[in-house]
Structure formats: structure tokens, C-alpha cells
């Protein structure tokens, strides 16, 4: 196996054979992938990687390793494809010093405990998380984090069965087309979305099925806006 710390792989495709992997440095902030193929599945584990261009991929990728690790999609790309799995890691943005978007394509899904949508390895002035795809939360334990500098704008599906959604930015349920949806608790009681500050979800319709949506205490004022 070989570890990638630092450096650049630029086109073509990451075949891997007899077990052998390619890992990345988790004290490296500059490891780059940009306009790669990569079959099967990614296990980043604690490691730190930025993905630049065209990012061809659509298996199963574990990100973190229940504290740290993370994948941040540089300029504004569109996810096409594939399953994230977060285990005290972070999917979000590599910032650029500008305004970014990342999309998270009708194809991909996203699970499990950590974060998503925020700035990692460096900042941007603005960043905006849109989700065409899916966001499940389904384990009692499970808590992730939206967390875009700017906004947060739902045209998929998010379902929490079990566990809980932090959400720290403003929501929307609608970019233009048509509104996501959004599924809470699944009969058990155990399911919830909370909102951290003073947040205004601006469209949408929240479905809840013994689940609870409210505010994710700061300790001071809050005020969660409802239309």
C-alpha cells in the first residue's frame, strides 16, 4: 500500500490489486486527486484528501475514524455519484477564497456520524450546500452536523429514523425546482432535526412520524422562523 502526503495525482484511473491501497496522510492538508477514476470503494479513515474536477465514483466511501478525516471538493462541483459514510469525519468544501457550492448529485448518499457541507483545510466567504440526493440518519447514536458557511438548500430526500440532524445554517427546501423531502423519527420516538441559533427555514414540508424538529441549545436567545 502506499500513502499519498502531499502532492498531486492528475487523470486517469486508481487501480488497486491484493489488497494493497492508497491512503492518505492525515497531516497533510494538500493531497490532491483532480480528474480521477476510482473504482470500488474508498476507505479514507482518518486521512485528509481534495478532490479537484472530475470526480468519477460510485461505491461506498468511509470518511473518518470516529474523530477526525476529510474529503473537501475544491471550486463548485456537483457529487454525481456514490455512498459516504462518516464516521467523525467531515465531507464538505476545500476553500478557494470565494463563494463555493457543493452538490450533492440525484445519485449519492450520505450517512453516519460527523459533518457535512462545512470548510475543510481552508476557508471560503461564502458556502452553500445543495441536496439533490439523500441524507439518512438511521442508528439511536448517529448525529451529523450540516454545517455550510451560508446556507443549506434540500431538494432530495432527508430522513432521520433514529439518531439526530444538527443543523447550523439557514435552510431552504427548494432551488428553483421542485421542494425535497423530509422524514423524522420512524415511529420510535428516537429521530430529530435541530437547529442551532436563530435560523429561518424558508420553504418545505417537514413530515414527522414520532420524531421532533426544534432548536439545538446555544445557552443564549434563540429564534427558529417557521415560513
Known amino acids: 500500500s502506499w500513502t499519498l502526503a502531499g502532492g498531486t495525482i492528475t487523470g486517469g484511473t486508481i487501480t488497486r490489486s491484493g489488497g494493497a491501497e492508497l491512503g492518505f496522510s492525515p497531516s497533510s492538508?494538500?493531497?490532491?486527486?483532480?480528474?480521477?477514476?476510482?473504482?470500488?470503494?474508498?476507505?479514507?479513515?482518518?486521512?485528509?484528501?481534495r478532490i479537484g474536477g472530475t470526480w468519477t465514483f460510485s461505491g461506498t466511501a468511509t470518511i473518518g475514524n470516529g474523530t477526525s478525516g476529510w474529503m473537501g471538493f475544491e471550486d463548485s462541483?456537483?457529487?454525481?455519484?456514490?455512498?459516504?459514510?462518516?464516521?467523525?469525519?467531515?465531507?464538505?468544501m476545500y476553500g478557494n477564497g470565494g463563494a463555493q457550492t457543493l452538490t450533492l448529485g440525484a445519485s449519492v448518499t450520505v450517512q453516519g456520524s460527523g459533518y457535512l457541507g462545512s470548510y475543510v483545510g481552508a476557508g471560503g466567504v461564502s458556502g452553500v450546500l445543495i441536496?439533490?440526493?439523500?441524507?439518512?440518519?438511521?442508528?439511536?447514536?448517529?448525529?451529523?452536523h450540516i454545517s455550510?458557511?451560508?446556507?443549506?438548500?434540500?431538494t432530495g430526500l432527508v430522513q432521520v429514523k433514529k439518531g439526530k440532524l444538527n443543523v447550523h445554517t439557514g435552510w431552504g427546501n427548494s432551488d428553483?425546482?421542485?421542494?425535497?423531502?423530509?422524514?423524522?423519527?420512524?415511529?420510535?420516538?428516537?429521530?430529530a432535526i435541530s437547529f442551532d441559533g436563530s435560523v429561518t427555514v424558508s420553504s418545505g414540508t417537514f413530515n414527522l412520524n414520532n420524531g421532533s424538529l426544534g432548536l439545538y441549545g446555544t445557552g443564549g436567545p434563540q429564534v427558529l422562523t417557521i415560513g
Open 29 to 49: 492538508s494538500s493531497s490532491r486527486l483532480v480528474n480521477v477514476i476510482w473504482p470500488g470503494d474508498f476507505n479514507l479513515s482518518n486521512g485528509q484528501v
Open 77 to 92: 462541483p456537483t457529487i454525481g455519484a456514490g455512498t459516504y459514510t462518516l464516521y467523525g469525519g467531515t465531507l464538505g
Open 131 to 144: 441536496n439533490r440526493g439523500t441524507i439518512i440518519i438511521e442508528g439511536g447514536s448517529e448525529q451529523l
Open 148 to 154: 455550510p458557511q451560508t446556507s443549506f438548500i434540500n
Open 176 to 191: 428553483g425546482g421542485g421542494a425535497g423531502t423530509v422524514q423524522i423519527g420512524d415511529g420510535s420516538g428516537e429521530g
